[in-house]
């Protein structure tokens, strides 16, 4: 035990960031762990998608030229909160939601729970994910 003391009091930087890491370690976990979307990879919304699923691409216009997921209606990131009341007949379906990298839509997913969708889910990745895994999209 005396080594262990002798260790933090020779190293207090090393012991804080230890500290520092494994309290984010623990969020992360529990956000993970609490979130009430699921994240889901590009072929398990495949499985969802042939099952008649609502898709939701909300990335900026810009990106649109990548590409899109077939049947997916686009709304920008930014104009989801306004733009509610348009997909609030799918909050009964199953939603994937997707951005560029799936950081955004993680926040998208969050917005449709807390207005009343049920089963909503979040593509690991996003459009990017999609692409790499050489799934099919449609260019406009």
């Given at each position: 035990m005396d080594a262990y003391f002798n260790?933090?009091?020779n190293n207090p930087i090393l012991f804080?960031?230890?500290?520092v890491i494994l309290s984010f370690i623990?969020?992360?976990e529990y956000k993970t762990i609490t979130q009430k979307y699921k994240d889901i990879s590009p072929q398990d919304a495949v499985f969802l998608i042939n099952d008649d699923a609502f898709i939701l691409d909300v990335r900026e216009n810009s990106e649109l030229t990548e590409g899109i997921i077939k049947n997916s209606k686009h709304?920008?990131?930014s104009s989801v909160q306004t733009s509610l009341d348009s997909i609030k007949k799918y909050c009964n379906k199953a939603t994937i939601v997707y951005c560029k990298s799936g950081v955004k839509s993680a926040t998208i997913s969050n917005l449709l729970i807390k207005n009343g969708f049920?089963?909503?889910y979040s593509i690991k990745g996003g459009f990017q994910?999609?692409?790499t895994d050489s799934l099919p999209i449609v260019k406009k």
């Open positions: 260790f933090i009091s804080i960031l230890f500290f623990i969020f992360n709304i920008n990131f049920n089963n909503v994910a999609w692409v």
